[in-house]
């Protein structure tokens, strides 16, 4: 039983009690002790020093004339602390006017009661306060308690779908077995390059922070295309021929409609995947009109194809490839410099040439480990000699 009336007072809402005369803090708390967790204070300084501690009340009983600090000093500095300013205050006062009532409702308290004090009204207008302060702090947690999960579950989605993009480009990163690490390097150069040219006006009214993020996602997928590529093809180490060439130029359009039809499934329209589909099928077009698919020039080729356009290009002259060994960045740099205006957008030819030593660190630490280009190099051979093979026995 003992244990029962402790755990019921330690349940017990707090109020703290803040008046200069002793006799109105005894009075207060005789009333109030049975139903409340007291403390009372004498003075406005008190009040505030209490309320520095750790724990805050429920609701408090403030007096307004007191030397030093009046309440309304105290309620001033209450509401302008993140801390004590959602606490309850009702002012407990003689200065019964009209126009003390109303300054004391706009310094921010909840109820004003004037002395003398009448019992019933004094604890009627108490848990009525306290009730509403506890369905605001059910609505707060509530609310906290959402919010935390709307942040968790927006993680996750945003994990998944990033998990799931680096998957699907991996897939045609295995299958093209000299490609090594350059989604996540071609990635990056993306981003550095969005990042240069937001705040140049043809270019920042579409690279917003959000887009350039959704850039760096959609980038990977560029090449999703290629895993509709007959090996035959894809694979093979030396120049292709110019039916096989053709057939390899479809991969731009089989990666658009793969994600466009990702986008169907799915129902609704995403960004990200909106961007992924002009990426796929724009990449190998040239800013003077003669690359494919379609043969777009100029800004008719969407930004996002164009900065891909370059990260792609640049990425395969330095890398090492079963049919080549890899370019320095000095000739790279020539080369894109050769095709500006040409192949490339001259404005992100001219941000990559402020890039230059960020491509260079980029590349670095996506360098392709040598082993594994090896090992895919010893895989491509077997490839082509079991395909040598098979064609003798026909």
């Known amino acids: 039983m003992q244990s029962k009336i402790v755990a019921d007072i330690l349940l017990r809402p707090s109020i703290l009690v803040v008046d200069d005369t002793t006799d109105n803090l005894t009075l207060i708390s005789a009333l109030l002790n049975d139903f409340y967790k007291i403390k009372v204070a004498n003075s406005g300084e008190k009040a505030l020093k209490y309320l520095e501690g750790d724990s805050n009340p429920d609701l408090i009983l403030l007096d307004i004339m007191m030397p030093v600090l009046s309440g309304h000093d105290v309620i001033r500095r209450l509401k302008s602390n993140p801390k004590t300013r959602d606490i309850p205050v009702i002012f407990l006062t003689a200065m019964s006017e009209p126009e003390d009532e109303k300054k004391g409702l706009e310094l921010g308290a909840v109820d004003y009661i004037t002395k003398p004090i009448s019992p019933p009204i004094l604890l009627a207008r108490i848990k009525s306060q306290l009730q509403v302060k506890a369905a605001s702090d059910f609505l707060h947690d509530k609310n906290l308690y959402l919010e935390t999960e709307i942040a968790k579950r927006t993680h996750e989605i945003s994990a998944i779908q990033d998990v799931t993009i680096l998957a699907m480009a991996s897939l045609a990163e295995t299958r093209d077995l000299e490609t090594g690490n350059h989604i996540r390097r071609t990635q990056h150069y993306v981003k550095a390059l969005a990042q240069k040219l937001k705040t140049n006006p043809n270019f920042g009214y579409f690279l917003s922070d959000a887009m350039i993020e959704t850039l760096y996602k959609s980038a990977p997928l560029h090449d999703i295309g290629k895993v509709g590529i007959p090996d035959r093809i894809l694979l093979k180490p030396g120049k292709l021929t110019h039916d096989e060439f053709k057939i390899m130029k479809t991969h731009t359009t089989l990666g658009r409609d793969a994600i466009k039809h990702a986008e169907s499934q799915l129902g609704i329209q995403v960004e990200f995947l909106r961007i992924a589909k002009e990426i796929a099928y724009y990449h190998q077009e040239k800013y003077d009109g003669s690359g494919y698919p379609t043969g777009a020039s100029g800004n008719d ?52 040439l402020t890039l230059q030593k960020e491509f260079q660190s980029i590349a670095a630490c996506f360098m392709d480990n040598e082993s594994d280009i090896r090992e895919k190099t010893e895989h491509l051979d077997v490839f082509y000699k079991t395909n040598d093979e098979e064609n003798n026995d026909v």
Do not use: C, N, W
């Open 301 to 352: 080729i969407p930004i996002s194809a164009r900065l891909m356009s370059l990260a792609d290009v640049y990425d395969a002259l330095i890398s090492r490839r079963v049919y080549k060994e890899p370019m320095s960045h000095a000739d790279a740099v020539k080369i894109i410099i050769q095709g500006r205006g040409k192949h490339f957008d001259p404005e992100v030819v001219d941000a990559f």
